[in-house]
């Protein structure tokens, strides 16, 4: 577990530990995270050739950062896959979220592709900002992806987030099934549909609100 430590007229260090038990469950959670970064990185690596390709892929507006925005749109634009091989989908606000460690709301390549698994735990673990929401992508956008596109449709209905979450958690588990989605709809007398068509349900289930979101 990193430890920073100041000792007089020496710069602050960081120092490690054994984690005790709660940080262990930290830790979990951290390792949860990485893994999901890292199953992200190489579907990127997969689909577009190498990290410099990806970056100039998506940074639309050349700055050297990519934007929520740009990897919103960009994915879309570049038809990249919503979920890899094995079919588990990608939470592209969860992932961006867990790598924007330093809360600037951008993400440089090395953020993105290139940083080390051992420094990005670490990055995660002491991250300055515990109550940094969530990014948001604009609203003038209507995504492709599969996701966004239900959050959007339901941010439209119940006014954010959260309020929906709540209205769709019928048992309040915290997980939305399938049966409680289209219960929740039916209730409101609304159909999955927004300006591209119908919203498939399954993709969207237990996926309305990321851990960040949560947090948020």
């Given amino acids: ?9 020496m710069p602050v260090a960081t120092e490690r530990r054994a984690p005790n038990a709660s940080e262990r469950l930290v830790l979990k959670e951290v390792f949860l995270q990485v893994g999901l970064v890292e199953r992200f990185r190489a579907h990127l690596q997969s689909h577009f050739g190498g990290a410099q390709q990806c970056m100039e892929a998506l ?6 950062d990519i934007s929520f925005d740009e990897l919103l749109q960009g994915c879309d634009a570049h038809a990249v896959k919503e979920c890899d091989a094995t079919g588990r989908y990608f939470d592209l606000r969860r992932i961006f979220y867990v790598l924007d ?21 670490e990055k995660i673990i002491s991250r300055p900002n515990l109550t940094q929401k ?4 604009s609203k003038d956008y209507v995504p492709i992806n599969t996701l966004e596109r239900f959050r ?25 099934s399938l049966g409680e989605i289209l219960a929740g709809f039916d209730r409101k007398l609304v159909n ?25």
């Fill in 101 to 121: 460690t330093d809360g600037s709301g951008a993400l440089s390549m090395d953020e993105l592709m290139l940083r080390s698994r051992d420094e990005l735990i």
């Fill in 152 to 176: 959007r449709l339901c941010e439209r209905i119940w006014g954010d987030l959260s309020m929906a979450y709540k209205a769709l958690d019928i048992n309040a588990n915290g997980d939305l």
């Fill in 134 to 137: 969530a990014p948001q992508p």
């Fill in 59 to 64: 940074d639309a507006n050349e700055d050297g």
């Fill in 1 to 9: 577990w990193p430890v920073r430590r100041a000792r007089k007229g």
């Fill in 192 to 216: 999955l549909l927004d300006e591209r068509g119908t919203i498939d349900a399954k993709t969207s289930r237990g996926r309305a609100r990321s851990r960040s979101q949560r947090r948020a």
